[in-house]
Nanobody, 118 residues
Framework: QVQLVESGGGSVQPGGSLRLSCAAS????????MGWYRQAPGKQRELVAV???????NYAESVKGRFTISRDNGKNTVYLQMNSLKPEDTAVYYC????????????WGQGTQVTVSS
């Protein structure tokens, strides 16, 4: 089975930056996509950003221009650089990995808290 280890969460002031990372370990032959989701209190879980092994990316409209997703396929690791953070970015962020194809097996990290406040 695949295990995801997340790091980089924390508390910052508005306008600050954080860099999240997620490393997948285990026997992995092919990763189709790696991405980040978030869930704020009282809100539905939403897609933040995703990158496929082919290099395609997709971002939530609310984070375009502020967040950048990147990956290292050789290390099975995905990163999320978050700049110009806003209080509305406060949420638990979850790493997600999908194997083989768009409908292949998926795995989730435990989640890491990001808090943006003054």
């Amino acid at each position: 089975q695949v295990q995801l280890v997340e790091s980089g969460g924390g508390s910052v002031q508005p306008g600050g930056s954080l860099r999240l990372s997620c490393a997948a370990s285990g026997i992995i032959f092919s990763i189709y996509a790696m991405g980040w989701y978030r869930q704020a209190p009282g809100k539905q879980r939403e897609l933040v950003a995703v990158v496929t092994s082919a290099g395609s990316t997709n971002y939530a409209e609310s984070v375009k221009g502020r967040f950048t997703i990147s990956r290292d396929n050789g290390k099975n690791t995905v990163y999320l650089q978050m700049n110009s953070l806003k209080p509305e970015d406060t949420a638990v962020y979850y790493c997600n990995v999908v194997l083989y194809s768009a409908y292949g097996p998926e795995y989730w990290g435990q989640g890491t808290q990001v808090t943006v406040s003054s």
